[in-house]
């Protein structure tokens, strides 16, 4: 089918531009775009004057296939993520059993391609179990369609054995992806370091476990020349290192989760485990440094970190409670808050939220051109809304935005020029 979106805004990531324009999907590709007219026969989606942009590749989202199947399913996931405006998942291997080999690798492959109306690709474990000690099959699970290799928070402890996964994976091009974080600082640690933290009576680690351990990631890709991303940087003293090591021409990109971005130590005030996360939120200076990194391009990826927690989990005293938040459906609005507020324009927001991802990662999508696929995301970046954590669609619903009051809807996402949400469309 044809497909005419016509009276859209237009974002363009790659040209950090916003107009008026249409553009036109043939075989799930875009064909046309800019002034121009209807093709015969075509369906026209007039967007009214609302947004168009790439859909959203997510990078670093939690799925509970195999082994937790009752926090989070690829059908609810993808379901989700169609309603968030995010049309490709790159879902992490902390899975039980661990991604750790090609057949799991192919089995949940073959799980999303059958229950997600969205484009699934996975990363797989560095090393087996996700233990630290052994080098998983890099070649193989490469072969068998992994675009990434991550232990995800179990940080490789041991240098050595991190170093030779480095070297392997340089010599055959794949991506590793860090979790900076010193593990012996930081184990046991819930919260960042500083009065409040210890007012509270809460475990906490300093900010420098952080920059201890990218300092140490990025010692080793000098060494070995791999390509690295790190998962979440989160602290400002981390910034200099990430600076130098780019300036120095080293193959290294870094994310930011969008809790880091837009929340900060103080929402953990009323121990709401909701707002339990690894690592802890920061400190306000942080999270504005954050956003000034993404601003100026020094973070190169906006992520949702989608970590589904079913209730026993969460339901427990702050400490003991597991980390993290799902984020599939508030990661969109709760960017908009950047925009909003005047620290990002829009395609500087999907720079980091589409165009980046797509290019760490060598897929087409993720830009408004023609030949590219069909991905699409439209959304009216103003209207409001509260969140109800009860209306989301994943499994889970520990979201820490519930209750929020929020700014930008999606209207309808598209994969390929299929419309996967809304109604209408």
């Given at each position: 089918m044809t497909l005419f979106f016509e009276n859209a805004r237009l974002i363009d990531p790659e040209a950090l531009t916003e107009t008026i324009g249409n553009i036109v999907v043939e075989g799930g590709v875009i064909t046309a775009i800019g002034a121009v007219d209807a093709p015969l026969g075509a369906r026209v989606v007039d967007c009214g004057g609302k947004c168009l942009a790439p859909g959203i590749i997510d990078l670093g989202v939690k799925v509970g296939e195999p082994g937790e199947r009752h926090k989070e399913s690829f059908r609810s996931a993808g379901l989700a993520a169609a309603a968030g405006g995010v049309t490709t998942m790159v879902t992490r291997p902390d899975t039980d059993p661990a991604i750790d080999t090609p057949e799991i690798l192919e089995f949940v492959t073959r799980r999303a391609a059958a229950a997600s109306p969205v484009n699934i690709h996975h990363m797989a474990a560095l090393t087996k179990g996700r233990a630290g000690r052994e080098m998983v099959e890099i070649g193989f699970l490469r072969d068998a369609g992994a675009v990434a290799f991550s232990d995800c928070d179990h940080v490789v402890a041991n240098t050595k054995v991190l170093a030779r996964c480095m070297t392997y994976a340089r010599s055959l091009g794949a991506l590793v992806i860090g979790h900076?974080?010193?593990?012996?600082?930081?184990?046991?640690?819930?919260?960042?370091?500083?009065?409040?933290?210890?007012?509270?009576?809460?475990?906490?680690?300093?900010?420098?476990?952080?920059?201890?351990?990218?300092?140490?990631?990025?010692?080793?890709?000098?060494?070995?020349?791999?390509?690295?991303?790190?998962?979440?940087?989160?602290?400002?003293?981390?910034?200099?290192?990430?600076?130098?090591?780019?300036?120095?021409?080293?193959?290294?990109?870094?994310?930011?989760?969008?809790?880091?971005?837009?929340?900060?130590?103080?929402?953990?005030?009323?121990?709401?485990?909701?707002?339990?996360?690894?690592?802890?939120?920061?400190?306000?200076?942080?999270?504005?440094?954050?956003?000034?990194?993404?601003?100026?391009?020094?973070?190169?990826?906006?992520?949702?970190?989608?970590?589904?927690?079913?209730?026993?989990?969460?339901?427990?005293?702050?400490?003991?409670?597991?980390?993290?938040?799902?984020?599939?459906?508030?990661?969109?609005?709760?960017?908009?808050?950047?925009?909003?507020?005047?620290?990002?324009?829009?395609?500087?927001?999907?720079?980091?939220?589409?165009?980046?991802?797509?290019?760490?990662?060598?897929?087409?999508?993720?830009?408004?051109?023609?030949?590219?696929?069909?991905?699409?995301?439209?959304?009216?970046?103003?209207?409001?809304?509260?969140?109800?954590?009860?209306?989301?669609?994943?499994?889970?619903?520990?979201?820490p935005f519930d209750g929020q009051r929020m700014q930008g809807r999606v209207r309808a996402s598209f994969v390929a020029g299929r419309c996967v949400f809304g109604e209408g469309y």
């Amino acid at each position: 089918m044809t497909l005419f979106f016509e009276n859209a805004r237009l974002i363009d990531p790659e040209a950090l531009t916003e107009t008026i324009g249409n553009i036109v999907v043939e075989g799930g590709v875009i064909t046309a775009i800019g002034a121009v007219d209807a093709p015969l026969g075509a369906r026209v989606v007039d967007c009214g004057g609302k947004c168009l942009a790439p859909g959203i590749i997510d990078l670093g989202v939690k799925v509970g296939e195999p082994g937790e199947r009752h926090k989070e399913s690829f059908r609810s996931a993808g379901l989700a993520a169609a309603a968030g405006g995010v049309t490709t998942m790159v879902t992490r291997p902390d899975t039980d059993p661990a991604i750790d080999t090609p057949e799991i690798l192919e089995f949940v492959t073959r799980r999303a391609a059958a229950a997600s109306p969205v484009n699934i690709h996975h990363m797989a474990a560095l090393t087996k179990g996700r233990a630290g000690r052994e080098m998983v099959e890099i070649g193989f699970l490469r072969d068998a369609g992994a675009v990434a290799f991550s232990d995800c928070d179990h940080v490789v402890a041991n240098t050595k054995v991190l170093a030779r996964c480095m070297t392997y994976a340089r010599s055959l091009g794949a991506l590793v992806i860090g979790h900076p974080q010193d593990p012996s600082l930081s184990a046991g640690a819930v919260a960042t370091s500083g009065k409040f933290a210890s007012l509270r009576g809460l475990p906490h680690v300093s900010p420098m476990a952080e920059r201890m351990g990218l300092d140490r990631d990025i010692a080793l890709v000098e060494m070995t020349g791999v390509r690295y991303h790190a998962d979440q940087i989160t602290t400002a003293r981390s910034l200099p290192a990430l600076a130098r090591a780019k300036a120095n021409g080293l193959r290294v990109t870094a994310g930011v989760s969008i809790h880091h971005l837009t929340l900060n130590e103080f929402d953990i005030g009323d121990y709401r485990t909701f707002f339990r996360m690894t690592p802890p939120l920061r400190a306000e200076d942080d999270r504005v440094a954050m956003v000034a990194a993404v601003a100026e391009g020094l973070i190169d990826v906006i992520c949702s970190m989608h970590t589904p927690q079913d209730e026993e989990s969460k339901r427990l005293p702050f400490e003991d409670a597991a980390a993290g938040a799902v984020g599939l459906e508030t990661l969109l609005p709760a960017a908009l808050r950047l925009v909003h507020s005047g620290d990002l324009s829009m395609a500087q927001l999907f720079r980091a939220l589409s165009l980046n991802p797509a290019r760490l990662l060598g897929l087409p999508a993720g830009r408004l051109s023609v030949g590219a696929p069909a991905d699409l995301v439209l959304f009216d970046p103003d209207l409001p809304f509260v969140l109800d954590r009860a209306s989301l669609r994943s499994k889970s619903r520990n979201t820490p935005f519930d209750g929020q009051r929020m700014q930008g809807r999606v209207r309808a996402s598209f994969v390929a020029g299929r419309c996967v949400f809304g109604e209408g469309y």
